[in-house]
């Protein structure tokens, strides 16, 4: 706009300028009617207008020159502003007004540009730094999650874990179920090393193993540990290999399995003394017909013979061999659960408390008896008299195990298993009652504590044990549907813990078997079902030798045609129950079904409990128990046909 008012500026004097000159040549023209002085004038006008003209035209050529020059910069800073582009440059020239401007302009243009672009740069390094920034952000929020992450899993995981330094063995960290599992607390946990934690015994063994532990995962296999109030328990042990506060730590995961173990040792041992049992079983079984020809034949002999005779002393020596062999039997046979039970609900403090005179005679003065019962322990269901021996023989062993003196302690209790604690004893839960026999003898290690129910598993000198007295013990806990457990240590005493289920039933009056004295000779008709042959010749032997009429068969079949073709009454069919072919039971229903007032004895080396889950055979009915004495047989006998006789 100033550049527009000066270029009008100088266009005016130019116009100006010429009307002066055209003034100047009109009145120069017309000079001679004018003053002759005064005729100079004009000309000087005429001069000065050209003059005047002249200069204003060139201002004006200047000032268009100007005004161009203007519009070019105004139209390139007008394009600045517009496109924002720095680049742009303002005509220059040598020298005019404006060159100044201009190059000042352009540098200030170049200075802008150059900030910018330095502006650019930065807000784009700015930008990156934000990215980074951001990104790291972002990394250290998901490290801190993970952190916390992995901090709630090792704390709240239910597996015991702990951390150690594998430098000084020293405990870095430990979860709560460690804590809650060992018994110490965080701070205790952080005083010990994994040493303390170790029974001495194993300390060398662990140095060396955590020597030549690989990095990385590892099972570490199975250990010991004792807990803070000493309990020890088996435990797998994973170790992991890492990084912990800045240095190398070792992560331990551990799994107890006492529990298991205990529970996989039982089932073996369960599994040994079953399979012992059944062995001992069979063999006492076939031993026992063997041993009743033996004795019952001896018996014969003996009796045949003037007592005078000095060949009766070896028949006498002969049954008294025989006899201690059919103890022996005997006792297999209550191993293997074989034996004859007549269980009946009593109750086991009065039987305790009778025994007491009889258990302070076998433990002699030394040793002092203290008996403990419950006053309202629970009624058991099992054969008393095999309880009794039960104590008996663990009375004598702790009388064995306290040659200077002791203490043995009788205890009974009520006790209500859970399922997990009756699980550890084989047993399914409920109430049970318990007898404890505990002495302050000797102690039993630990390869003596696996082997101990074993028949014939003895420390004692010859002579003076068999071996028999713990296993007769489990045969018939396990007879009477109970436990037994023991808790020993070399020195430290022994303490055996039996279980029985308690039964609500009410007790039961002890039935004694009435005896008939025999006197005289016998009357009445006897089948003998034996297949083997020595029993039944013996058998048939004794009853004729007391004046019976005896009729034999090898089986069942033979039976019936030896009744078939006897015209006379048969009183009594004695046979054994498990036979080939036909058994027992089957004979006596097809003989009953002909003779309806046969008497039925059966007689098995299987105890009458296997006979009535195999051989079907009726729970009332009147049983022999291989082997038997000569008297018992012919007692029971008597016992069967003096009614019928007497009628
Ligand atoms: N209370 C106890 N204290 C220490 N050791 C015991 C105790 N009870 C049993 N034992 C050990 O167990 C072994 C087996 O006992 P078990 O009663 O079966 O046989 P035994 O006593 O040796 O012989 P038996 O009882 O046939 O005369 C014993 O030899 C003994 O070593
Ligand atoms: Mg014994």
């Given at each position: ?133 951001s990104e790291q952000t972002k ?76 990095e990385g995962i590892h099972r ?11 309990a020890l328990i088996d435990v ?412």
């Open positions: 706009m100033m550049f527009g008012r000066n270029t009008l500026l100088a266009a005016s004097s130019f116009l100006l300028a010429a009307l002066v000159a055209f003034l100047a040549a009109v009145l120069a023209a017309n000079r001679d009617t004018l003053h002759e002085t005064t005729g100079y004038i004009p000309v000087a006008l005429l001069a000065s207008g050209i003059l005047l003209a002249a200069i204003s035209g060139l201002q004006l050529i200047v000032h268009l020159r100007q005004a161009r020059r203007l519009k070019e910069v105004r139209e390139q800073l007008r394009r600045v502003k517009e496109t924002g582009n720095l680049a742009v440059r303002l005509p220059e020239s040598e020298s005019d007004d404006l060159a100044e401007a201009t190059r000042t302009m352009n540098f200030l243009l170049k200075q802008f540009q150059s900030l910018s672009r330095a502006l650019q740069e930065s807000e784009q390094r700015y930008r990156k730094a934000l990215d980074d920034i990394a250290q929020d998901a490290l801190q999650d993970s952190e916390e992450k992995y901090r709630l899993l090792f704390e709240n995981n239910p597996q015991p874990m702990y951390v150690y330094d594998p430098e000084t063995f020293r405990f870095m960290a430990v979860n709560q179920s460690a804590i809650e599992h060992y018994g110490w607390s965080s701070d205790e946990f952080l005083s010990l090393t994994i040493k303390d934690i170790r029974p001495e015994a194993d300390v060398p063994r662990l140095v060396e193993d955590i020597s030549r532990a690989p570490a296999g199975l250990w010991r540990h004792h807990k803070k109030d000493g797998e042990i994973t170790v992991h290999s890492i990084p912990f506060g800045g240095q190398r730590a070792k992560l331990v995961l551990v799994n107890d399995v006492t529990e298991r173990r205990g529970l996989e040792e039982s089932l073996r041992q369960a599994q040994k003394m079953e399979a012992v049992g059944r062995m001992a079983g069979g063999v006492a079984h076939d031993f026992n017909n063997l041993l009743m020809v033996i004795s019952g034949y001896g018996e014969l002999l003996s009796g045949s013979l003037a007592e005078s005779d000095p060949r009766r002393e070896y028949a006498n020596q002969i049954l008294r061999a025989a006899s201690r062999a059919g103890n022996l039997t005997r006792q297999l046979l209550a191993f293997s659960r074989r034996q004859v039970s007549k269980p009946r609900v009593f109750d086991l403090n009065r039987t305790v408390n009778a025994m007491e005179p009889l258990l302070r005679r076998l433990v002699g003065e030394e040793v002092k008896l203290v008996v403990d019962l419950d006053r309202e322990l629970g009624h058991l269901r099992a054969d008393p008299a095999q309880i009794e021996q039960v104590i008996m023989n663990l009375a004598a062993n702790a009388r064995d195990a306290m040659p200077n003196g002791g203490q043995l302690t009788v205890r009974t209790e009520n006790v209500k298993l859970s399922a997990d604690a009756a699980r550890r004893h084989g047993l399914t839960r409920g109430d049970y009652i318990r007898l404890i026999v505990t002495d302050t003898g000797t102690g039993i290690d630990a390869e003596s504590r696996a082997h101990l129910f074993e028949p014939f598993f003895t420390t004692k000198a010859k002579g003076k044990g068999t071996g028999l007295g713990l296993s007769v013990v489990y045969g018939i806990v396990e007879q009477s549907n109970g436990a037994i457990g023991v808790d020993s240590e070399k020195g430290r005493g022994t303490t055996f813990i039996l279980y029985f289920p308690q039964t609500d039933a009410p007790l039961e009056e002890t039935v004694t078997l009435s005896l008939s004295d025999e006197k005289g000779a016998c009357q009445g008709t006897v089948l003998v079902v034996e297949d083997e042959v020595g029993v039944r010749e013996l058998v048939s032997e004794l009853l004729r030798g007391k004046g019976y009429q005896v009729l034999e068969a090898s089986n069942g079949r033979e039976a019936l045609e030896r009744a078939g073709g006897h015209a006379g009454t048969i009183d009594l069919l004695l046979t054994d129950v498990i036979m080939p072919e036909m058994n027992g039971d089957d004979l006596s229903h097809k003989l009953l079904s002909l003779r309806p007032d046969l008497k039925v004895i059966y007689m098995s080396g299987y105890a009458p409990q296997t006979l009535f889950r195999r051989g079907g055979l009726d729970p009332d009915a009147l049983f022999l128990q291989k082997p038997f004495e000569p008297q018992v047989l012919i007692q029971k006998v008597g016992t069967v046909l003096k009614p019928s006789n007497s009628n």
